[in-house]
């Protein structure tokens, strides 16, 4: 009998666990929020409180001062021509590792894995040596080159996996069909691949849009930073206005949760699975 409660029991405690890690979750969500409608007098008197008086000027003000629309046309125009290409070649790398077990193969696989060990802060100032040989300084080119050697590290690594799960025999029943190499990969693997890229393509853009240090690096004109860049110029030496801070947060975040949103079965299955269906 004792034991049937206490069975009974753990499911409500494992549930209000859960209720409060998600209240601890939500919280920080919220407080920005709340904070980015708020006035400043409210918001210096009570910080972690309730609004008083609702406002939405902020988000006028953000939206003009950040040049909220060129702004963001650049963030992602670099974010989706680096993923785009990263993605692509990232996956062609992944096929090849995993297909041509070799001495050399291997090698270049071991190299991928170096690249995630190695943290950008080590190579940022010979990374910038490079772009000034090449006058790449300030341009879209240099920052899209340098997040796809920064992203595909961490793209090879993950697709080698979901690689592995493609059966042998589609490939070599295209190969007898007729299909080369490029066209069995493009016509056949990629596809199947496809949970998979969607996957890597989310995170590799939510590392762009949310990078603050690279392109504050390299691109030193007004008319090219990206949108993380222009909410640091909210940020005075000696006074900080919250309200404006908090209501750009809220405007970077929201197409990034809509792209999430979007793309949530693709992410949970691309996690989750790596056989192929049919």
């Known amino acids: 009998m004792n034991a049937s409660l206490s069975e009974k029991k753990l499911p409500a405690v494992w549930a209000g666990l859960l209720w409060i890690l998600t209240a601890l979750h939500i919280y920080p969500i919220l407080l920005v929020l709340l904070s980015s409608v708020r006035t400043k007098a409210d918001l210096a008197a009570s910080p972690f409180g309730l609004p008083k008086q609702l406002t939405f000027e902020y988000f006028a003000t953000a939206f003009q001062t950040m040049h909220y629309l060129r702004s963001l046309f650049n963030t992602g125009l670099i974010a989706c021509l680096s993923v785009g290409l990263c993605v692509v070649m990232a996956a062609m790398a992944a096929y090849a590792i995993v297909r041509r077990n070799n001495r050399f193969?291997?090698?270049?696989?071991?190299?991928?894995?170096?690249?995630?060990?190695?943290?950008?802060?080590?190579?940022?100032?010979?990374?910038?040596?490079?772009?000034?040989?090449?006058?790449?300084?300030?341009?879209?080119?240099?920052?899209?080159?340098?997040?796809?050697?920064?992203?595909?590290?961490?793209?090879?690594?993950?697709?080698?996996?979901?690689?592995?799960?493609?059966?042998?025999?589609?490939?070599?029943?295209?190969?007898?069909?007729?299909?080369g190499r490029y066209r069995t990969f493009f016509r056949i693997v990629l596809p199947l691949?496809?949970?998979?890229?969607?996957?890597?393509?989310?995170?590799?853009?939510?590392?762009?849009?949310?990078?603050?240090l690279l392109p504050m690096l390299y691109l030193s004109d007004s008319k090219?930073?990206?949108?993380?860049?222009?909410?640091?110029?909210?940020?005075?030496?000696?006074?900080?206005?919250?309200?404006?801070?908090?209501?750009?947060?809220?405007?970077?975040?929201?197409?990034?949760?809509?792209?999430?949103?979007?793309?949530?079965?693709?992410?949970?299955?691309?996690?989750?699975?790596?056989?192929?269906?049919?």
């Open 193 to 212: 691949l496809k949970p998979a890229v969607t996957t890597v393509s989310v995170l590799n853009v939510f590392y762009v849009w949310n990078d603050f």
């Open 105 to 179: 193969y291997r090698a270049m696989y071991i190299l991928f894995l170096a690249g995630i060990i190695i943290p950008f802060q080590m190579t940022m100032i010979p990374l910038y040596k490079v772009l000034q040989t090449f006058e790449l300084i300030n341009t879209f080119q240099g920052v899209i080159f340098i997040y796809i050697g920064s992203l595909a590290p961490f793209s090879v690594f993950l697709l080698c996996g979901f690689v592995k799960g493609v059966p042998r025999e589609l490939e070599e029943a295209a190969l007898i069909d007729g299909c």
């Open 224 to 278: 090219k930073m990206t949108i993380t860049v222009q909410l640091a110029s909210f940020q005075g030496l000696y006074f900080n206005d919250w309200s404006l801070i908090f209501a750009g947060v809220c405007m970077i975040v929201l197409p990034m949760l809509i792209i999430y949103l979007i793309a949530q079965r693709f992410i949970i299955s691309g996690i989750t699975a790596g056989a192929v269906k049919g």
